[in-house]
């Protein structure tokens, strides 16, 4: 079948989840009641010189953004086929409307709509919502943005106005044919082409990769460089972004030494500039620029009509990216059929275009467009598949109030580090002189593995400036810095105002250990004869046919188990030196059981199985107190000391820290079944994740809610 084939009849999304939502159209606001269309909707994309049919919500891409107020009324109707899921929202009672694929409902028949009708109580700030089912997430997400109750302000300083970013994926190929390839040969399917701010990858991305020199410096000595125009009709700049030059020799005679910026050679000459320290980037000719790393400080004043080299350090030059060309889910079968991960994507995106440094994407980025004295709001959102990114503005702080829509006491940093399923509100001044101004996401690279290491783009133009001003680029931590990673983690508190208090459980009735681990299982039809695999304690999950929380409500046998181990059935040194053999992971749909209102703390050790690597956790149907972290094997008998039960950060989703731990704490006060699992995409496809069933409560108004009537049928 076609691509277009398949997704004429493809039994989409079971849900949309909160916090990832698919598409909708607002229709009505009535009060406290708010009303919204999903269409699921297949478009023809265009990106990075490709263009590909895709899944959209109401033909958007990304979404539409859900804008409600604390304490209404929610009523989505999905229609043709897709499941979405409120990426965070907490759905008391209420599992039907949270959407993952047969954890709360079975998917949504072709030309068959489903109504997610839920309430919005106790939250308030940013979240998201996306497809829920298959690696779909790739195209169908959008915002969600909740305000305060009327009357209730901001717990921070008023802004001038708001911004969604959406930092996203793009993949040239067809993303679920990479996915199958992939499981075919039991290898990871291919990493995206690029990633994407609002849907836009950035200018980062030339079709011209190997038509770029490359020189490699080491940093604190000095190169020779031998320079000779040889352009038939132009006089030419030379320089080196953020490097002075020692001109020691023209038209090979010495010359006394001095030192410029920049020097002025014409056709035939040549000059010898020799002291330039090494860092990151040269420039020759008068060309644009379109492929450099994002460390370089370019003068906003450069123009270039020509040619265009790099010259790279062994911080090297990285590409970054999150759009697909191709069909996410056929790669994402393809991989497993190989037993392989997928392909990378082809771009990042912001607000689901890549940006100007991106092939064929001049029109592909997003701008926002401030002025100069005035605050601005950013609700940031990692939509990404697979990939932890920084993001940071060229010549702006950024002041955190807000992670996962929960107030923060704010502080302020250079760059945020958001994982995949996290959402984070900064505060930025246009404090700057008038320009334009790079906004930059690029992934967090913390593991020896392939990385989809492309660099997407927005832009912050002040008012008044003109397009054809080059935008300055901003300085982001080195793609594998941790040290920077486990600071900005640690500068995260809650509020814990009397307002907006920080309900810790101090008490705990339940404590867990999960271990976080890859692996590798027998595949008799992929390459080699084995598949990746990941898992929790062990044990790799197998998805139902049948809704476990149908399974659950309605008393249905031999869907699931309640045995999911408290602990791993065998310690061992967990990030000691990486293991590589004894890889086989047990397979089931092993959940664990929760006593109603009782208080869990769950410890989640990363682990040296094939490599350590950082893993966002996601919960749904709670938020959690994220009540310690370090690196290494969790000592049970000194770290528990060091645990913040003042003022954690609360969160939905966590991410464990490369070869280290994370300890995180709930109550237990919402009845039902609630998936928890990896963000990263791939990882989840893998089996990393479970699910908890929390028992009911004795009171009334603590069981889980009757089935709505059109809950899609099985």
Same mark, same amino acid.
């Given at each position: 079948?076609?691509?277009?084939?398949?997704?004429?009849?493809?039994?989409?999304?079971?849900?949309?989840?909160?916090?990832?939502?698919?598409?909708?159209?607002?229709?009505?606001?009535?009060?406290?009641?708010?009303?919204?269309?999903?269409?699921?909707?297949?478009?023809?994309?265009?990106?990075?010189?490709?263009?590909?049919?895709?899944?959209?919500?109401?033909?958007?891409?990304?979404?539409?953004?859900?804008?409600?107020?604390?304490?209404?009324?929610?009523?989505?109707?999905?229609?043709?086929?897709?499941?979405?899921?409120?990426?965070?929202?907490? *759905?008391?009672?209420?599992?039907?409307?949270?959407?993952?694929?047969?954890?709360?409902?079975?998917?949504?028949?072709?030309?068959?709509?489903?109504?997610?009708?839920?309430?919005?109580?106790?939250?308030?700030?940013?979240?998201?919502?996306?497809?829920?089912?298959?690696?779909?997430?790739?195209?169908?997400?959008?915002?969600?943005?909740?305000?305060?109750? *009327?009357?209730?302000?901001?717990?921070?300083?008023?802004?001038?106005?708001?911004?969604?970013?959406?930092?996203?994926?793009?993949?040239?190929?067809?993303?679920?044919?990479?996915?199958?390839?992939?499981?075919?040969?039991?290898?990871?399917?291919?990493?995206?082409?690029?990633?994407?701010?609002?849907?836009?990858?950035?200018?980062?991305?030339?079709?011209?990769?190997?038509?770029?020199?490359?020189?490699?410096?080491?940093?604190?000595?000095?190169?020779?460089?031998?320079?000779?125009?040889?352009?038939?009709?132009?006089?030419?700049?030379?320089?080196?972004?953020?490097?002075?030059?020692?001109?020691?020799?023209?038209?090979?005679?010495?010359?006394?030494?001095?030192?410029?910026?920049?020097?002025?050679?014409?056709?035939?000459?040549?000059?010898?500039?020799?002291?330039? *320290?090494?860092?990151?980037?040269?420039?020759?000719?008068?060309?644009?620029?379109?492929?450099?790393?994002?460390?370089?400080?370019?003068?906003?004043?450069?123009?270039?009509?020509?040619?265009?080299?790099?010259?790279?350090?062994?911080?090297?030059?990285?590409?970054?990216?999150?759009?697909?060309?191709?069909?996410?889910?056929?790669?994402?079968?393809?991989?497993?059929?190989?037993?392989?991960?997928?392909?990378?994507?082809?771009?990042?995106?912001?607000?689901?275009?890549?940006?100007?440094?991106?092939?064929?994407?001049?029109?592909?980025?997003?701008?926002?467009?401030?002025?100069?004295?005035?605050?601005?709001?950013?609700?940031?959102?990692?939509?990404?598949?697979?990939?932890?990114?920084?993001?940071?503005?060229?010549?702006?702080?950024?002041?955190?109030?807000?992670?996962?829509?929960?107030?923060?006491?704010?502080?302020?940093?250079?760059?945020?580090?958001?994982?995949?399923?996290?959402?984070?509100?900064?505060?930025?001044?246009?404090?700057?002189?008038?320009?334009?101004?790079?906004?930059?996401?690029?992934?967090?690279?913390?593991?020896?593995?392939?990385?989809?290491?492309?660099?997407?783009?927005?832009?912050?133009?002040?008012?008044?400036?003109?397009?054809?001003?080059?935008?300055?680029?901003? *300085?982001?931590?080195?793609?594998?810095?941790?040290?920077?990673?486990?600071?900005?983690?640690?500068?995260?508190?809650?509020?814990?105002?009397?307002?907006?208090?920080?309900?810790?459980?101090?008490?705990?009735?339940?404590?867990?250990?999960?271990?976080?681990?890859?692996?590798?299982?027998?595949?008799?039809?992929?390459?080699?004869?084995?598949?990746?695999?990941?898992?929790?304690?062990?044990?790799?999950?197998?998805?139902?046919?049948?809704?476990?929380?149908?399974?659950?409500?309605?008393?249905?046998?031999?869907?699931?188990?309640?045995?999911?181990?408290?602990?791993?059935?065998?310690?061992?040194?967990?990030?000691?030196?990486?293991?590589?053999?004894?890889?086989?992971?047990?397979?089931?749909?092993?959940?664990?059981?929760?006593?109603?209102?009782?208080?869990?703390?769950?410890?989640?050790?990363?682990?040296?199985?094939?490599?350590?690597?950082?893993?966002?956790?996601?919960?749904?149907?709670?938020?959690?107190?994220?009540?310690?972290?370090?690196?290494?094997?969790?000592?049970?008998?000194?770290?528990?000391?060091?645990?913040?039960?003042?003022?954690?950060?609360?969160?939905?989703?966590?991410?464990?820290?490369?070869?280290?731990?994370?300890?995180?704490?709930?109550?237990?006060?919402?009845?039902?079944?609630?998936?928890?699992?990896?963000?990263?995409?791939?990882?989840?496809?893998?089996?990393?994740?479970?699910?908890?069933?929390?028992?009911?409560?004795?009171?009334?108004?603590?069981?889980?809610?009757?089935?709505?009537?059109?809950?899609?049928?099985?």
């Amino acid at each position: 079948a076609t691509f277009m084939e398949n997704r004429q009849n493809f039994p989409f999304f079971p849900f949309f989840y909160f916090f990832c939502l698919l598409g909708f159209v607002f229709i009505q606001a009535e009060a406290a009641v708010k009303k919204y269309q999903f269409d699921i909707q297949v478009r023809n994309v265009s990106r990075l010189c490709h263009a590909k049919p895709i899944v959209t919500v109401n033909g958007m891409f990304p979404g539409p953004t859900i804008y409600v107020r604390e304490g209404d009324r929610v009523l989505v109707n999905v229609t043709n086929s897709a499941q979405y899921n409120m990426h965070g929202l907490k *759905q008391y009672r209420n599992g039907w409307a949270d959407g993952p694929a047969y954890i709360t409902q079975c998917p949504i028949k072709t030309g068959n709509s489903y109504v997610y009708d839920f309430n919005v109580t106790g939250q308030r700030g940013t979240l998201w919502w996306h497809a829920h089912i298959f690696w779909l997430r790739a195209t169908v997400y959008g915002a969600v943005v909740i305000m305060p109750k *009327q009357g209730t302000p901001f717990p921070f300083p008023q802004t001038e106005r708001e911004e969604n970013i959406l930092l996203g994926e793009w993949w040239n190929n067809d993303v679920e044919a990479l996915v199958k390839q992939g499981n075919r040969l039991g290898l990871p399917p291919n990493m995206s082409d690029a990633h994407t701010i609002n849907g836009k990858p950035g200018p980062l991305f030339p079709c011209s990769d190997k038509h770029t020199f490359a020189m490699e410096v080491e940093q604190g000595k000095t190169y020779l460089l031998r320079i000779i125009n040889a352009a038939l009709n132009d006089e030419l700049f030379f320089a080196i972004a953020g490097h002075n030059l020692t001109v020691v020799e023209v038209d090979a005679v010495y010359t006394k030494p001095f030192t410029t910026q920049a020097i002025l050679i014409t056709p035939g000459q040549t000059t010898n500039p020799p002291k330039c *320290q090494a860092d990151i980037l040269w420039l020759l000719g008068l060309s644009w620029m379109r492929h450099f790393p994002l460390t370089t400080k370019l003068p906003q004043q450069y123009y270039n009509t020509k040619a265009f080299q790099t010259l790279k350090t062994k911080c090297n030059c990285y590409n970054f990216r999150e759009w697909w060309n191709n069909d996410v889910e056929a790669l994402v079968k393809q991989g497993n059929r190989l037993g392989l991960p997928p392909n990378m994507s082809d771009a990042h995106t912001i607000n689901g275009k890549p940006g100007p440094l991106f092939p064929c994407s001049d029109k592909h980025t997003f701008a926002m467009e401030v002025e100069q004295g005035k605050t601005y709001l950013l609700r940031i959102i990692n939509a990404a598949l697979n990939d932890e990114l920084f993001f940071a503005i060229a010549g702006h702080n950024l002041t955190v109030v807000e992670v996962d829509a929960v107030y923060t006491k704010p502080f302020t940093t250079q760059a945020i580090l958001i994982t995949p399923g996290q959402t984070t509100n900064v505060l930025v001044q246009a404090s700057q002189v008038p320009s334009r101004y790079f906004m930059a996401a690029r992934p967090f690279m913390d593991a020896p593995l392939s990385i989809d290491n492309k660099t997407a783009t927005a832009i912050l133009q002040y008012k008044g400036i003109p397009n054809t001003v080059l935008p300055i680029l901003p *300085q982001l931590p080195a793609p594998n810095d941790t040290t920077f990673a486990l600071s900005y983690n640690t500068k995260l508190r809650s509020l814990n105002s009397p307002q907006f208090p920080a309900n810790v459980p101090t008490k705990v009735d339940r404590h867990l250990f999960y271990t976080i681990g890859l692996g590798i299982n027998p595949c008799p039809t992929c390459l080699n004869g084995t598949q990746l695999t990941a898992s929790l304690n062990n044990i790799t999950f197998v998805m139902p046919q049948i809704g476990l929380l149908q399974a659950h409500y309605f008393n249905i046998k031999g869907v699931f188990r309640t045995d999911f181990p408290d602990r791993p059935h065998t310690p061992f040194n967990y990030t000691g030196a990486p293991l590589t053999a004894n890889l086989g992971t047990k397979l089931g749909t092993r959940l664990s059981k929760v006593a109603f209102n009782s208080t869990v703390e769950l410890l989640l050790q990363d682990t040296n199985l094939l490599s350590v690597e950082s893993h966002p956790l996601h919960l749904h149907g709670y938020n959690f107190f994220i009540v310690g972290t370090g690196v290494g094997n969790f000592d049970p008998s000194k770290d528990p000391a060091k645990f913040n039960l003042v003022d954690p950060p609360e969160r939905n989703t966590v991410g464990v820290p490369t070869g280290g731990w994370t300890a995180i704490r709930f109550r237990a006060d919402n009845p039902g079944v609630w998936f928890m699992h990896c963000h990263l995409e791939l990882h989840t496809s893998w089996g990393l994740k479970t699910a908890f069933v929390v028992e009911n409560g004795k009171g009334p108004d603590q069981s889980v809610l009757p089935p709505p009537k059109d809950l899609p049928p099985c």
